[in-house]
Structure formats: C-alpha cells, structure tokens
C-alpha cells in the first residue's frame, strides 16, 4: 500500500530522481526498480524532463506528478491518493485524473479522497458520501452522480 499525502510533501531538497528513487527504498530488485522507474517516466514525462531539479522548484501539478510516481515507485496494489487536485490549475486537475484513471486501469486499486465531488465520481466505480466523520451514503458512482440529494448538496455549479 502506497500514500500520496495531500500538499504533495515532496522531499523539496532533493532532486527529482533522488525523490523517485525514495519511493522505492522497501524495494530489493535492482533491475525491477529501474524498470518501474522508467514506467514513471513514461507515464509522466516532464518528470524525466526534471529529473535532476529539484522537488521544490517544479509546479504544483509537476509535485502531484512526483508524488504520485514516488508512491507508484514501491509497486503498491493500493494506492491512496489524498485531495490530489488541491491547489492545481483545471488543466492538471483533468491530466491527474487521466493519470488516476490510467493507475486503476494497470491493476491497481485506488483509494480516492476528494473534495471534487464532480471529478471524482466521474472515474469512481464506488463511492461514499462523508460529513463530519460518518458515511452518509453508499454505492456505485454513476448512481450517486444521478442522484437528486447528491446533485443539490455536492454537485451544484
């Protein structure tokens, strides 16, 4: 299981590279870690662009990318991603969903905080409604997307 902590905490001192690699540090497989690491790369290419900068001078989108890859890094089954469009311009809220998207369909489970009520049941296949602590409701996404409380509580523009 793998955390992607919301406000990104990115290790802002070190470099890009240094911060995949951190990700990795449970990992034994030397030849499976830069096989991973190059599947970051892939998935997010402005990582590789950056990879010798450092964490605390790229964007908030780019930090959301890195943290992301971090975790991803440690080949988690689950991955729990905490408010990851905090703070982000809508062009890397829609590219982190995509990504989101992208993660759940190679295999692993996602586990989804948001407050984007609209995004996030756009890509969920289950949901549940929290207020002050307590689930309030439950069930499948696309229903609870359609669902009248929901839309005038949650999803009103």
Do not use: C, W
Not at 9 to 32: C, H, I, M, P
Request: aromatic share 6%; hydrophobic share 40%; glycine share 6%.
């Amino acid at each position: 299981m793998a955390h992607v902590p919301e406000g990104r905490r990115v290790f802002a001192a070190l470099s890009v590279y240094e911060n995949l690699k951190l990700g990795a540090y449970t990992r034994r497989d030397k030849n499976e870690i830069e096989e991973t690491l190059q599947m970051i790369y892939k998935r997010f290419p402005r990582l590789l662009e950056r990879k010798n900068q450092p964490a605390g001078t790229l964007s908030g989108g780019e930090q959301q990318m890195l943290a992301m890859g971090r975790a991803l890094m440690s080949h988690p089954k689950v991955i729990v991603l905490d408010e990851p469009s905090m703070g982000l311009s809508p062009i890397y809220v829609n590219e982190i969903f995509d990504i989101i998207q992208e993660i759940n369909k190679s295999g692993t489970t996602v586990l989804l905080v948001e407050q984007n009520a609209k995004k996030a049941l756009s890509i969920a296949n289950r949901a549940y409604v929290l207020e002050t602590g307590s689930i309030v409701l439950s069930g499948d996404a696309k229903e609870l997307m359609n669902d009248d409380s929901v839309k005038k509580a949650y999803l009103s523009e």
